[in-house]
Structure formats: C-alpha cells, structure tokens
C-alpha cells in the first residue's frame, strides 16, 4: 500500500540546519508532486513546499531559508532547513500531491517533530 | 496569499445530528476550466490529516457518503449529515489553486 514515513526530526538550536526525509514506497514516486506541510505545536496546518518536475515552490515564512529536493532512485523526498528559529518548531509531514482530477494532499506521513531551543 | 476563514471553529454535535462547516475564501477560487480548487481535510487525534473532499465536493476513496462538500467561487459548505462519535476532529479547508496553499484555522468537531 501507499506509505509515506518520516524521518530526521529532533531538538536542534536556534540558527542551525536540520534536513527531514520522507521515504516513498507502494507507488511510482517519480511520477508524483511532494508536498511539506507543517503543524505547530496546539496549531493549525501550513504549507511548507512542494516540489513537481524541476519546480519548486515554498512558503513565504521558509522562503530562502528552506529547500525541498527529491531523490527518485531512492523514492525519498527531503527537506533541508537552516537558519531555524523557534518558529519553525512543529510537526513535519510530507503528503503526495494528486494532480489528475484536482489538487490535493493523498496520503499523509505519520509526521516527524522539529523543535527548535537553546 | 489566499485567506481562508473557517466558521464555527467550534462545533459541539449530538450524535445522529447534521454539522455544517462554512470556508470562504479571499478569492474566488474557481478556475478557468470550471472547477473550484478547495480541499476539505480531516484531523482525527493523534493522526495525520486525512482527505475527505477534493474540487470542492468530490468524496475521497472510501470517504463515507455522509460527507458532503459544496459551494463556488469564494463560499463553501462541509456538511456531514449524521454526525457519527468517529467524526470527532479537527476539519481544514484548503485552497489549492495557487501558491502558497493556504488552510483556514480549522472546526473542532466534538460530540455532545
């Protein structure tokens, strides 16, 4: 079946870098968009990236700061962040994006917790 | 950025009950070809989101069918017509139509 599952959150200090992964399986990984999408702790959902082809889109929040890739050999999607700050702690979830009839998020990764202290 | 208001976003509902959960949009969010990008999303607790509505009313596989969504332009409805107690959640709309994709605040659904 469809799997997504993340990886690579963890406490990380105001300023450094972290890069989340999320591996594919259970579907042609190459032939789909990617999306992050991200959730505060106690808050609502934002959209982070989303990688389609070459392009590549963010966020106004991670804008420059964030950078969405992929790695179709290994049907991984990755997320590398640096100049974290406490803002940016949440949980991380990566979501297929469905492009043929619409434009949504089928399925979701169980997510992975980024948070950002000193 | 699209802005996407949620009401109520609280939603108390005896079981057997109907909810209905408002989405309205800063801008319309049909598209040339005729369809409204606008995703409804379900937050069971502890889980990840899941989708329940695609194109405004078009039911996700194995969605069950007393999830209903409607509506055009910058106005939207999620209507559930029974409330069952695995109902309880947390509901999102989201535009899709253009970058950045924006979700409303979101309806917490409880049971009564």
């Known amino acids: 079946q469809v799997q997504l599952v993340e990886s690579g959150g963890g406490v990380v200090q105001p300023g450094r870098s972290l890069r989340l992964s999320c591996a594919a399986s259970?579907?042609?990984?190459?032939?789909?968009?990617m999306h992050w999408v991200r959730q505060a702790p106690g808050k609502g959902l934002e959209w982070v990236a989303v990688?389609?082809?070459?392009?590549?889109y963010y966020g106004d929040s991670v804008e420059g700061r964030f950078t969405i890739s992929r790695d179709n050999s290994k049907s991984t999607l990755y997320l590398e962040m640096n100049s974290l700050r406490a803002e940016d702690t949440a949980v991380y979830y990566c979501?297929?994006?469905?492009?043929?009839?619409?434009?949504?998020?089928?399925?979701w990764g169980q997510g992975t917790l980024v948070t950002v202290s000193s | 950025d699209v802005v996407m208001t949620q009401s109520p976003l609280s939603l108390p509902v005896t079981p057997g009950e109907p909810a209905y959960i408002s989405c309205r949009s800063s801008?319309?969010?049909?598209?040339?070809?005729?369809?409204?990008?606008l995703d409804w999303y379900l937050q069971k607790p502890g889980q990840p989101p899941q989708l329940l509505i695609y194109?405004?009313?078009n039911r996700a596989s194995g969605v069950p069918d007393r999830f209903s969504g409607s509506g055009s332009g910058t106005d939207f409805t999620l209507k559930v017509s029974r409330v069952e107690p695995e109902d309880v959640g947390v509901y999102y709309c989201?535009?899709?139509?253009?970058?950045?994709?924006?979700f409303g605040q979101g309806t917490k659904l409880e049971i009564k």
């Open positions: 979501a297929r994006g469905n492009y043929g009839s619409g434009n949504y998020f089928d399925p």
């Open positions: 259970g579907f042609s990984f190459s032939t789909y968009g």
């Open positions: 990688i389609w082809n070459d392009n590549k």
């Open positions: 801008q319309s969010l049909l598209h040339r070809n005729g369809n409204n990008y």
């Open positions: 194109l405004g009313s």
């Open positions: 989201m535009q899709a139509l253009q970058t950045p994709y924006t």
